[in-house]
């Protein structure tokens, strides 16, 4: 065995949380991008729940798992654990219900009060097939980004628009940043 072989088989493990208020879509989004299944009925099942999916970057293996509230967010029961050791973050609100992106702030703020490192935050605007009920524009998400200095983007976990970018791009910044010992 050489030592290009030893390389290959490096692998990387990064959790990565997505919060953000109830109906927003977040267990979809996970559904969409680790099974590619969508749910239309809400979930009946609460409880925290992960789910491990592998992509390759510069012949590494890096693994995310990420965490879903799985409903405890309606009960304000998410904990610090959940956050604990999170590499990144998805920040989640309904392109069609404003009061879910004003409240990304409050998201913003659980956040920073438990994670213990460096997080990667993307916000994401769900629901962007719902274009002819849309409470919240493009600019407004995209500006609250750049102010916040997460990274932005749309996605529907309906029909599948950009969702595998949502949290391919989180993955990439993270692995990233600890492959130049940045974090
Ligand atoms: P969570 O509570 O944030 O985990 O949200 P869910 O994933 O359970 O979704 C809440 C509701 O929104 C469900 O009825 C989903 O079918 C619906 N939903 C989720 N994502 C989308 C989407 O991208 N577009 C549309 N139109 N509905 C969605």
Redesign the pocket.
Known sequence: MDSSDEESREEYLFKIVII?D???????LLSRYARNEF?????ATIGVEFQTRSLEIDGKEVKAQIW?TA?QERFRAVTSAYYRGAFGALLVYDISRKDTFQNVAKWLEELNAHADTIVTRMLVG??C??ESIREVSVEEGKSLAEEQEFFFIET???DSTNVKQAFEIVIREIYSNVSRKVL
Do not use: M
């Open positions: 953000g109830s109906a927003v879509g977040k267990s979809n749910n239309p009925h809400s979930k879903d409903g769900n629901k097939d719902l529907s976990a309906l």
